[in-house]
């Protein structure tokens, strides 16, 4: 007899077709029938060992996380119901070009330091991986063997590729550090790595030309990869940024998933159309282009990203070391202030439009909550001196919410027909973005049943299928016989995110039951101890 029979559900399947009722049966991990309208064909209707009556709620393939800082929290945390509890069944990791492999010893610490503002420093990791394969191994051994919370894919970080081969020098890699980071890139996606991230905007990866950046991404679409960059800017010169991403991987031949994908900053307000433009334009011609946002207006990245690039050379104690330098640090605050520093997208930074939402050193917690302004105000202080102490004294730690997003913006490229959901949700630190807790019951709460931007099928699809489908899984995203039985059911008179600003780690309502791979990890509201997930390697040509 088959494990579990799901009765009388509302099935939204992940394709945007039409919902219909059906007895969908679960076993060994995959789902083995589908029974539409078994209640009304008045046929003999399935059994199983379990059976769970699913009236009045929608059941759906589990939610895919296209945009995911989850790297060492699925290491650290074995519950994850920041996560788990919204309906996410799989996340893509290794984004913004930054994270832990290919790595060796030196730029393991390196990228640890550099990214402390997003993962914490590791210190309670025990980093036994340095090649991408290794990683994911770890992954699949989660805690004690069993597994982690959900599961997991990776893109090779281009920033720490270029860390390895070339450094934090900010200049071209020569012809044998190319064939390295080839090389590198190939080992990877061989390893089971989806394809390679970028952090445009970070450092060292933004010291890539785009002749450098071209010749990585023909090895990713020779392995069946595709590119994810957080491109050069999100704010001044957002469209040529936008369409140097869209030239570059055409040249390259090379599939493109545009990460974050919005149009931040007072001289894009109002600009969505225009991407939009851009996209149908390539999308006519051929390009193969996917993109991913978050429902909210505010960005969150680290306090550090915000310096120039040329302050970043050399790594994060060349960093510290220029901000200790009243000379120097007076320079990097006036790129910053004046000229709009290439890290904050080329505009002048507003103080008052950047929080801190989280420290590494306790006692910097008062910080917390309050924007940069607003905590030199109470100091009696320039705002570039209260951020400047806070990189120093946090070693580069803090990170921060910048509120300078465009509602009309995120709904008009939400609706387009290449968008996915992605959370880039930052778990750590005592104030982080509710993006993190509350992205996919967000989109189905307030912009489904309460704005009706888009319709519950097509919202589905956006958040299961279609993410599948870039991901090239031939058995996820869709509920289909033979599928694997990743599946969330959700209440969609009720299903809301609970976290906000203020309290951002509150967990969602109207979820009460997640399953990935056959297995409950939340049921009837509550996290279980099952660790079904595992790293989903990239399926060979």
């Known amino acids: 007899m088959e494990e579990l029979v799901i009765r009388d559900a509302d099935v939204v399947d992940g394709s945007g077709a039409p919902s219909y009722r059906a007895d969908v049966v679960v ?7 589908i029974v539409k309208e078994a209640a009304a064909a008045g046929c003999q209707r399935p059994t199983a060992r379990r059976e769970l009556d699913a009236e009045g709620l929608v059941l759906a393939p589990g939610f895919i996380d296209m945009h995911a800082h989850s790297d060492l929290a699925l290491l650290r945390d074995p519950d994850h119901s920041a996560k788990a509890a919204q309906g996410v069944t799989l996340e893509v990791l290794g984004q913004d070009g930054l994270s832990y ?9 390196e990228v640890r330091r550099a990214i402390t503002g997003w993962n914490g420093d590791g210190d309670d990791i025990d980093f036994s991986w340095r090649s991408v394969g290794e990683y994911l191994d770890r992954l699949d051994h989660g805690f004690d063997g069993e597994g982690i919370a959900v599961n997991a894919a990776y893109l090779i970080p281009q920033g720490t590729v270029r860390m390895l081969a070339v450094g934090w020098e900010d200049r071209e890699a020569t012809p044998q550090e190319l064939d390295r980071m080839r090389q590198l890139v190939a080992d990877g996606l061989r390893e089971g790595a989806v394809g390679m991230s970028s952090g445009l905007t970070y450092t060292p990866g933004m010291y890539a030309k785009d002749a450098e950046l071209t010749e990585l991404c023909r090895v990713v679409a020779a392995h069946g990869g595709y590119y994810c960059p957080h491109h050069r800017s999100y704010g001044a010169g957002a469209l040529e940024a936008y369409e140097e991403m869209v030239a570059l991987t055409r040249e390259a031949g090379c599939p493109l998933h545009l990460a974050h994908a919005t149009m931040n900053f007072g001289v894009n307000k109002g600009k969505a159309p225009d991407l939009l433009t851009l996209l149908d334009k390539a999308l006519a011609e051929g390009a193969d282009i996917t993109l991913d946002t978050y429902p909210y207006t505010p960005g969150c990245t680290t306090l550090v990203a915000m310096l120039p690039s040329w302050a970043g050379e050399g790594g994060p104690e060349a960093i510290l070391a220029r901000l200790k330098d009243d000379t120097t ?3 990097i605050r006036h790129h910053m202030e004046v000229v709009g520093a290439d890290g904050c997208h080329g505009v002048p930074i507003e103080w008052d439009t950047i929080e801190i939402s989280g420290v590494g050193d306790a006692a910097l917690a008062p910080y917390v909550g309050r924007t940069v302004r607003h905590s030199a105000d109470l100091r009696g202080e320039a705002p570039w001196a209260t951020a400047r102490r806070l990189l120093i004294e946090d070693g580069l730690g803090p990170t921060i ?3 300078v997003g465009h509602e009309e913006n995120v709904r008009q490229i939400m609706r ?18 509710p993006r993190a807790y509350g992205t996919f019951p967000r989109y189905l709460g307030r912009y489904v049943r309460e704005l009706g931007v888009l319709s519950l099928e097509e919202c589905v699809a956006h958040l299961t299928g279609r993410p599948a489908a870039r991901l090239r899984l031939p058995d996820r995203g869709l509920v289909r016989e033979g599928y694997r039985a990743d599946l969330v059911l959700f209440d969609p008179a009720t299903v809301a995110a609970g976290a906000t600003f203020e309290a951002p780690r509150t967990l969602p309502a109207g979820i009460p039951h997640v399953i990935v791979d056959g297995r409950f990890v939340i049921e009837d509201g509550r996290r279980t101890d099952v660790l079904a997930g595992r790293a989903v390697r990239r399926t060979p040509r």
């Open 416 to 433: 387009h027909r290449v968008h996915t959901g992605g959370s880039d949700g930052i778990l750590r630190g005592a104030k982080p973005h």
């Open 101 to 109: 492999a290919p790595v060796d010893d030196r730029t393991l610490a």
């Open 401 to 403: 919410l910048q509120h």
């Open 329 to 331: 640090a007076d320079r």
């Open 27 to 33: 076993d060994g991990g995959r789902i083995v029938s």
